[in-house]
Nanobody, 123 residues
């Protein structure tokens, strides 16, 4: 099983980035998926989650209205579109898969994790 996150980088405040997470080795369309992030010295926190079908999404208050989670089950890929980025969005972003098909806001409910991709937003 592999979750390969990509798309991170160094951007300025107000810019946009699109993260991708290519998934292999599991039945992608059966899993709820999520994005989490971890800033230096802080715990890993929930960002967004999406149901197996992509029909329902949930966001952390801090990113609501700026970030959009989506998935393409045919391509077994998860996405996170990040707009209006702020310096406080700086973190390593992780994609994760959950056996809970409807996703979750708790990292404890995610069974498989990707390696993370660094997002740095300068002011």
């Amino acid at each position: 099983v592999q979750l390969q996150a990509s798309g991170g980088g160094l951007v300025q405040a107000g810019d946009s980035l699109r993260l991708s997470c290519q998934v292999s080795g599991l039945t992608f369309s059966s899993y709820g998926m999520g994005w989490f992030r971890q800033a230096p010295g802080k715990e890993r926190e929930f960002v967004a989650t999406i149901t197996w079908s992509g029909g329902t999404t949930t966001y952390a208050d801090s990113v609501k209205g700026r970030f959009t989670i989506s998935r393409d089950n045919a391509k077994t890929t998860l996405y996170l579109q990040m707009n209006s980025l702020k310096p406080e969005d700086t973190a390593v972003y992780y994609c994760a898969a959950s056996l809970r098909a409807y996703g979750s806001t708790s990292r404890m409910n995610f069974n498989v994790w990707g390696q993370g991709t660094q997002v740095t937003v300068s002011s």
